[in-house]
């Protein structure tokens, strides 16, 4: 069966790559964008609110996005046995590296290494100045919106407070996404779980996976325009596969 047989490529590999999508927060309360239960499954209007020229030029749009995020399930969402099970595959010795399109943090509060995560899309816990780019907390923007305030601007210089998230259209961080190029290229297995692969470039380094050798393993509730490159494929809901694939003790190697 293909969970048998994935399981048995990762625990041969000796450096794992691995890249997780929303489908791995969704058994934590927080629903993906493209899954059966997405937010633009349900509300396909809801995709155009989140370009970053309609929120930095129409303050409906930031005052509706303010209301979203005090609401936003991330601050009541505890880690799941998926993000666990990463958590078991790196104290094996075999994780490379864990590419995160998430936003929610969940990765490091299960007891992921922060600095084998690489946050691809930012976080949702920082806030950042569109006109001086002063840092700040969410936290803190958080508690003026409870006081009341709807669209709260920067206390520096009274501009557009945005979240440290990158939004569609914006560029990835560089120096991110340089990191996240590197540890794809340098593993023997690049498992990527809950993502629909739809999103640029994070997708795209399934591909880059692939052509540099590594063996390729989608873990989805459905299917992804990568399965024909993927050595394995396993549909079913992460909190199950993603233990059941890391609880296969790892193989005795061969020095080099
Ligand atoms: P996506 O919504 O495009 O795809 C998620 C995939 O996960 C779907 O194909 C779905 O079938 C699958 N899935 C859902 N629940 C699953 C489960 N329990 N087990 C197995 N598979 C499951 O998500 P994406 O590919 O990550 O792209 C969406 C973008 O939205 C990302 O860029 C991300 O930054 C952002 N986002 C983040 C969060 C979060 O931080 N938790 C939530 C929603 C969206
Ligand atoms: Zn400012």
Not at 70 to 93: M, Y
Not at 140 to 149: H, K
Request: hydrophobic share 40%; proline share 7%; aromatic share 4%.
């Amino acid at each position: 069966m293909e969970l048998d047989r994935a399981a048995e490529l990762v625990g041969a590999a000796r450096r794992i790559t691995v890249l997780t999508g929303a489908g791995i927060s969704t058994d934590s309360g927080i629903p993906d964008f493209r899954g059966p239960n997405g937010i633009w499954t349900r509300e396909p209007a809801a995709a155009q609110q989140f370009t970053l020229d309609a929120y930095l030029n129409d303050p409906e749009v930031r005052r509706d996005a303010w209301r979203r995020r005090a609401a936003h399930p991330v601050w009541r969402a505890e880690p799941n046995e998926a993000h666990r099970a990463l958590v078991d595959l790196e104290r094996s010795g075999r994780l490379r590296a864990l590419l995160t399109q998430n936003i929610d943090r969940l990765h490091q509060r299960a007891g992921s290494d922060p600095d084998l995560v690489i946050e691809l899309h930012g976080n949702m816990y920082g806030t950042v100045c569109a006109d001086c780019g002063s840092p700040g907390s969410m936290r803190d923007a958080l508690e003026r919106v409870a006081a009341g305030e709807e669209d709260p601007e920067c206390p520096v210089c009274g501009g557009v407070l945005r979240s440290t998230t990158v939004s569609f259209g914006q560029p990835l961080d560089d120096e991110v996404l340089r990191r996240a190029r590197t540890a794809t290229l340098d593993c023997e297995l690049f498992l990527a779980a809950g993502t629909s692969l739809s999103v640029y470039p994070a997708a795209g380094l399934v591909g880059l996976a692939a052509r540099a050798g590594a063996q390729v393993v989608i873990c989805n509730a459905e299917p992804t325009p990568y399965d024909d490159m993927a050595a394995e494929v396993v549909r079913g809901a992460l909190v199950e596969v993603l233990p059941a694939l890391v609880r296969a003790p790892a193989r005795e190697q061969p020095p080099d």
